[in-house]
């Protein structure tokens, strides 16, 4: 299949992580990029980085969770030079939500990693019907494939954006839009800088970015990585149930609130 080319591109939580890598991959001449962040100086430099490889860059400090903020932000992007590619890589963890108990924990993460997914998508849709042209992305995880008991509400939250994505692709698809689900294992971000276990094939952020961009290029309907992970994942999600929970047991255990 054909690479594709991308001159509009917009990407939320790009203050860091992947989401800092995807847009210093995506920046070059001719590329304007939107990026949207909650921390002003992190992004800020992000930005300043992008616009030294001679991209145009809007930045916006903006919480995805609003979503009348989010629908005049990427109305105005897209009114004023219609995207080809919306990432949608804003999440958090327990570690990164900043909730104090679980409870608040919880409502965080469903709240930035799910509802934020839809502020992000659900404004550009009609425009991208319209146009018959464009494509989403959304990260989730390889988490999403198997509920992780160190991580319930982060593995909900992942598992609903993979079959959202997986749903939208197939509802948008037959009019020439693509979507396509994001599923890392461990890559090197603000999630992952906590955790005090072992992280199997560990990857850094710019690396993890150079796989996505590939996969987004050629419209690929998954994009999960590292391949043995996913393999893992997928066998375990193929397990019967009581030989998982045994498995489980043996794994070291996370504070999740």
């Known amino acids: 299949m054909r690479r594709k080319e991308y001159s509009s591109i917009l990407i939320t939580g790009a ?20 990026l949207s962040g909650r921390d002003r100086a992190r992004l800020g430099a992000v930005a300043r980085e992008c616009r030294n490889l001679g991209a145009a860059v809007d930045e916006a400090v903006i919480d995805v969770r609003g979503e009348a903020a989010m629908t005049a932000w990427l109305s105005e992007i897209d009114d004023a030079r219609a995207l080809d590619l919306v990432i949608a890589n804003a999440g958090v963890s327990s570690d990164t939500s900043g909730g104090g108990d679980a409870a608040e924990t919880n409502r965080l993460i469903f709240e930035i990693n799910i509802r934020g997914v839809q502020n992000t998508i659900t404004p550009l849709v009609q425009r991208f019907l319209d146009r018959k042209k464009g494509q989403f992305a959304i990260m989730s995880s390889i988490a ?31 009019h020439g839009i693509g979507v396509s689900v994001i599923c890392p294992g461990f890559v090197a971000s603000r999630i992952t800088e906590n955790n005090r276990f072992p992280m199997p094939m560990f ?36 397990l019967p149930p009581g030989w998982t929970d045994r498995l489980f047991k043996k794994l070291p255990d996370k504070e999740w609130l």
């Open 203 to 238: 990857m850094q952020a710019d690396k993890a970015a150079r796989i996505i961009e590939r996969g987004l290029a050629r419209n690929r309907p998954r994009i999960a990585f590292p391949l043995p992970i996913y393999f893992m994942v997928w066998l375990l999600d193929a």
């Open 144 to 174: 999403a494939f198997h509920g992780m008991p160190s991580a319930p509400a982060y593995s909900a939250s992942k598992a609903w954006g993979k079959s959202y994505g997986e749903a939208m692709r197939g509802r948008l698809g037959r």
């Open 15 to 34: 203050s860091s992580g992947i989401g800092r890598a995807l847009a210093l991959i995506y920046a070059a001449p001719g590329v304007r990029l939107a």
